[in-house]
């Protein structure tokens, strides 16, 4: 007495009506009684729809309910529990009676490629398209078929076929020779006379008398990997996602507006260890647009690197580069940021004396031109890099400075100079280096009878060479989970065997590529990767080639139901077809119905399964179940 409207309910349906029914066998009660629904959803989790209440004092009652149908969930089986006294508060003769499951399925009103597979190699000419419609009962109607060596599907090669069927299994002929080492791009749909087609695509990749097995080896086809902090642009490169570093910098007159070395200090992404400055002037802190690790200063002879002061003995000032307010330490300052190659960041603080009178400003600064030429002074240097307000330093103030040399257009730079003695200042600045490692990691590959080999192919963009990538084999079980089987396969082992997995423990595989760069972090260039294997059978129902049965029969009268399954696939089933079918009365009482097994279903052959059932104890409505190869009785691809 649960019932479903509509009863086919295709993933276009915005929501379904469910209707629960419920009788009281027993003695009336004026109490109340509450009625649960649970749905679980094609991903298996489940939740609590809805909770009533009812006062139940007759003796049927029903409650219809309004489902919602989410295309990107719902897609499959749902399973509906209907709990009458859910929560067990009322004594019962039988406890065994009030919860019932109805299978739902949600099917979608299109069609799907299924062989060749995903990403599969093709080793012959003659290639045949086979989609299956999502309506194994669909009446009949036109569907389409585009293949291309583009997933743009534009280009000169472009084939464009058409198909009439119902239901079922649908061939298409490409009738084009498929050019060697190629990879084709091929999509389906039913015609649509609103608007552009839902298409449904895949790829094979053709090489000529090659082994089969799974192949990643084209742009778009690597899209579909999952990648982590690598990416494939637009120029099809491969490229290390980047990383947001901070710099926060703190700054103030000493012995005014700050007294303690924390105060004066350049955070490096929450890391406060460059701390504190040595003498007044200016202090430069240099960081790598990479690594982001600082400069480290040091003592050459009687003065620090690139004549800077020598570090004092503040561990924390070890990364500092200061130089004095001073005529000639202002011009060794201005050759210090010449010297610093492009794109570093630079972050720049000043020191000014308590004693005002030593103090030179920007007025001073840019007269040192008169000694070295125009152009040749700190103030320049400063001005060309962003410090566009330089001239507002003409009085006892502290700045902070930060930019990336010649990179503006990527980070602009940014500064903020105190009001005077008593302004404790603060900038915060964001840098974007590159990563130096991601992981990309393929589809599911399989499944297969066997394993044999394991290729992949790819190139540095530097010369020389400094990446150092490596691919783990991760073994996929029938139920999910997955384990590392082979970890650590270097650029010395591009071919490598992989026989040795036990299919029938991990019939499918995946591959994970650790890519790394810790030198130029430039990404290494994957081009394919490639496992060559020996593929199980595929088998899809077809009742477009094969189906007979009757909508109503007389208690008692013979009914025969038939129905086909074919063999779409190049490979043979290795045993007999087993066959699970029930039918489940209006009682919901499930008959098993026993059916011998079927032959051994060799490549492109289908069977016609008749069955003949008893209709002596069968009255209203009545649903057959059946189910080639349940369980994976012998493995297959993907049973439809």
């Known amino acids: 007495m649960v019932s479903v409207d509509p009863k086919f309910i295709p993933i276009s349906e915005t929501d379904f009506k469910l209707t629960a029914a419920f009788v009281n066998l027993g003695r009336s009660l004026d109490r109340n009684i509450v009625v649960e629904l649970k749905r679980t959803y094609p991903n298996n989790v489940t939740e609590i729809i809805q909770r009533d209440t009812l006062n139940f004092r007759t003796y049927r009652d029903s409650i219809v309910y309004t489902l919602p149908v989410v295309a990107t969930r719902d897609q499959g089986l749902n399973k509906i529990t209907v709990s009458v006294d859910a929560d067990n508060d009322v004594d019962e003769l039988f406890e065994t009676n009030n ?16 062989q060749p597979y995903p990403y599969s190699i093709v080793n012959k000419q003659d290639v045949k398209l086979i989609a299956s419609t999502a309506n194994p009962f669909a009446d009949a109607r036109t569907y389409l078929m585009e293949m291309d060596t583009t997933a743009s599907f534009n280009s000169p090669l472009k084939v464009q076929r058409s198909q009439s069927a119902k239901g079922g299994i649908v061939e298409f002929q490409p009738g084009l020779s498929l050019t060697d080492s190629t990879v084709y791009y091929w999509r389906v749909a039913p ?4 608007g552009e087609p839902l298409w449904n695509q895949t790829s094979f990749q053709f090489i000529q008398n090659g082994s089969e097995g799974f192949s990643q080896a084209h742009y778009n086809q690597h899209l579909n990997s999952e990648a982590h902090h690598v990416r494939l642009t637009e120029e099809r490169e491969w ?6 570093n901070n710099l926060f910098v703190k700054n103030g007159v000493w012995g005014y507006a700050i007294s303690q070395a924390g105060e004066l200090v350049v955070n490096v992404n929450d ?3 460059i701390r504190n400055t040595c003498s007044y002037g200016f202090v430069f802190n240099v960081f790598d647009e990479k690594t982001f690790q600082p400069w480290v200063n040091q003592a050459v002879g009687s003065t620090g690197l690139f004549g800077s002061l020598i570090p004092c003995a503040h561990t924390s000032a070890v990364w500092n580069f200061e130089y004095p307010n001073t005529i000639d330490g202002r011009n ?4 210090f940021l010449r010297a610093i190659p492009d794109g570093k960041f630079v972050v720049l603080r000043t020191q000014v004396h308590a004693q005002v009178a030593n103090n030179e400003y920007a007025p001073q600064w840019k007269l040192d031109e008169n000694v070295y030429g125009v152009g040749n002074s700190l103030y320049t240097e400063l001005k060309n890099n962003g410090l566009i307000d330089i001239d507002s330093i003409d009085k006892p103030r502290v700045m902070n400075f930060v930019y990336q040399k010649n990179r503006a257009n990527e980070h602009p730079p940014k500064f903020v100079i105190s009001d005077g003695l008593y302004d404790a200042i603060n900038l915060s600045f964001d840098c974007v280096t590159p990563s130096a490692i991601g992981t990309i990691e393929s589809p599911i590959i399989g499944p297969a009878s066997s394993w044999s080999q394991l290729h992949w192919r790819g190139s540095d963009m530097k010369n020389p060479a400094t990446d150092e990538p490596n691919l783990n084999v991760i073994g996929v079980r029938a139920d999910g989970t997955e384990e590392e089987l082979i970890t650590g396969i270097t650029l010395q082992d591009q071919d490598f065997d992989i026989s040795s997995i036990d299919a029938n423990e991990f019939p499918h595989l995946r591959l994970k590529m650790f890519n790394v760069d810790s030198i130029d972090y430039s990404a290494y260039q994957l081009r394919y990767w490639m496992v060559t294997y020996n593929p199980v059978p595929e088998g899809a129902i077809a009742p477009n080639i094969y189906f007979t049965t009757r909508d109503t029969v007389e208690v008692g009268e013979p009914f025969n139901f038939g129905i086909g ?3 779409i696939s190049e490979h043979k089933f290795v045993d007999s077809i087993k066959v699970q079918m029930t039918i489940t009365g209006s009682d919901n009482v499930v008959q098993e119905i026993t059916i011998p097994l079927q032959k051994d279903l060799a490549p492109n052959d289908t069977i016609k399964l008749d069955v003949p059932v008893d209709t002596r104890n069968l009255t209203g409505r009545n ?3 059946v189910n080639f190869n349940p369980n994976m009785h012998q493995k297959e691809g993907a049973p439809l």
Not at 191 to 194: A, D, E, L, N
Not at 239 to 244: C, E, G, K, L, M
Request: no cysteine; net charge neutral; hydrophobic share 45%.
């Open 239 to 244: 490229r290390f996602d980047s990383v947001v």
């Open 565 to 567: 399954f074919k063999n």
């Open 271 to 273: 890391s406060s260890y």
């Open 99 to 114: 919860v019932i499951t109805k299978d739902i399925y949600i099917i979608e009103d299109d069609i799907r490629p299924v």
């Open 332 to 335: 060794k300052a201005m050759q």
């Open 191 to 194: 015609v649509s006379t609103v």
């Open 623 to 625: 649903t057959i179940f």
